[in-house]
């Protein structure tokens, strides 16, 4: 059974970091791994992305130069370095994962944590 589980969330200052990590359990192979938010009221938007094969990565605008997104400590991990948090940021933050089953591709969803950035 493939699960995925995100960690690190928590309540930070503007101008803070935190750095959440996803990992996901399963003898699999990722194709990619994603990391998304949902603020409340707003649609469920991309954030960051890495490629499993190419380490390849990608950021969105509104965060480039702040988040960093990279391969985490072990395999099938990815983590999301958030530097100069704004108020903007807060959301709940969602691992997605692209497994490649030989026959196809699948998405799987965590469940998500929680950034609070206040002051």
């Known amino acids: 059974q493939i699960q995925v589980v995100e960690s690190g969330g928590g309540s930070v200052q503007p101008g803070g970091s935190l750095t959440l990590s996803c990992e996901v359990s399963?003898?699999?192979?990722?194709?990619?791994m994603y990391w998304y938010r949902q603020a409340p009221g707003k649609e469920r938007e991309m954030v960051a992305s890495?490629?499993?094969?190419?380490?390849?990565?990608s950021v969105v605008d509104s965060v480039r130069g702040r988040f960093t997104i990279s391969r985490g400590h072990a395999r099938n991990t990815a983590d999301l370095t958030m530097n100069n948090l704004e108020l903007e940021d807060s959301a709940v933050y969602y691992c997605?994962?692209?497994?490649?089953?030989?026959?196809?591709?699948?998405?799987?969803w965590g469940q998500g944590t929680q950034v609070n950035v206040s002051s």
């Open positions: 890495i490629s499993s094969h190419s380490g390849r990565t």
């Open positions: 997605k994962v692209n497994v490649d089953h030989g026959v196809g591709y699948w998405d799987y």
């Open positions: 399963g003898d699999i192979r990722t194709n990619a």
